[in-house]
């Protein structure tokens, strides 16, 4: 079951995004961010968890789960460490994705041949 929810909460979330870039003059970039920023207000009102809970991976990997590892980050913080949370956080958080992926870019550019492609 919870591969089944998982499959499901990730693809609410792309269908959605699909819509959106379908049915309005947003660019792919700024639904990215909007899911980032989405993420980040869902869970300070305290509903994302719930959607984490239930959709698993579905949830947590998309960019609205990035958002949501932020806020959880800048919250654990603020708790810790007081104002200077704020500013902590959310990098520490999220420090090991975000390492990955610029990890294996290196790695991919290396790899191939990157550039424009005409």
């Known amino acids: 079951m919870d591969y089944l929810n998982a499959f499901l909460c990730g693809g609410i979330l792309c269908a959605i995004g699909q819509i959106?870039?379908?049915k309005t003059k947003l660019t792919p970039a700024r639904i990215l961010t909007g899911y980032v920023v989405a993420g980040v207000l869902l869970s300070a009102l305290g509903l994302y968890q719930p959607?984490?809970?239930w959709g698993g991976a579905g949830a947590t990997v998309p960019l609205t789960g990035?958002?949501?590892a932020l806020a959880k980050g800048v919250s654990k913080a603020i708790g810790?460490?007081?104002w200077l949370g704020v500013l902590t956080g959310g990098l520490t958080a999220t420090a090991g994705g975000i390492t990955a992926a610029?990890?294996?870019g290196v790695l991919m550019a290396l790899l191939f041949k990157p550039g424009d492609k005409r």
Request: no cysteine; net charge negative.
């Open 20 to 22: 959106l870039i379908d």
């Open 51 to 53: 959607i984490a809970d």
């Open 66 to 68: 990035f958002g949501h």
């Open 80 to 82: 810790e460490k007081g």
């Open 102 to 104: 610029v990890v294996f």
